[in-house]
């Protein structure tokens, strides 16, 4: 069994927490890792662009000239493709990019990135915040004496509202629900922190 220890407010050592192999001790699936983040990302993407066709844009009912005796090729509307102002082919229009991955494929991913990071000395484990009130400054405080700096995501219990905006307003630092955990944000980062009860949750849903 892995241990890693738990840091206090102050950056000092509070205690020690055992991770569960099957989570923090596996292998890493980097080809897995890759597909989820893709899902993740595709999923994000707005598919809002959109291109008229020649039978969407406006004008164009009458036909410019006649068809024969002009001398000039035939046409029938001031709206097709090859004229300004006329429709696109095969132009963007709105959809989706997402594209499906199995959820025992997105919990493998999660382990991996988990892993991976537990090896590259990129996890961190504090006990859990205790803000009286929200306020950055107490939360700057605890980053400096972690000694953390750079881009850190910091993944908090549900509930804990006053740590959360306490941090959400610092640049680089990204504080998440546990709830909302995934591979994207776990590996986005120089410094995963996981307060106490939110290792204890990850674990729960992941071994």
Known sequence: MTTIDIKNASGKKAGTAELAPSVFGIEPNMHVMHQVVRSQRAAWRQGTSNTLTRGQVRGGGKKPWRQKGTGRARQGTIRAPQWAGGGTVF???????AFHVNKK???LAMRSALSAK???GELYVVENFSFEKPRTKDAVAV?????LEGRTTIVIPDDDVNAYLSFRNIPKVNVIPVSESNTYEFIDNKALVFTADALKRIEEVLA
């Open 143 to 147: 980053l400096k004496a972690l000694e």
């Open 118 to 120: 537990l090896a590259d």
């Open 105 to 107: 494929e997105v919990k």
């Open 91 to 97: 132009g963007p229009h709105p959809r989706s990019y």
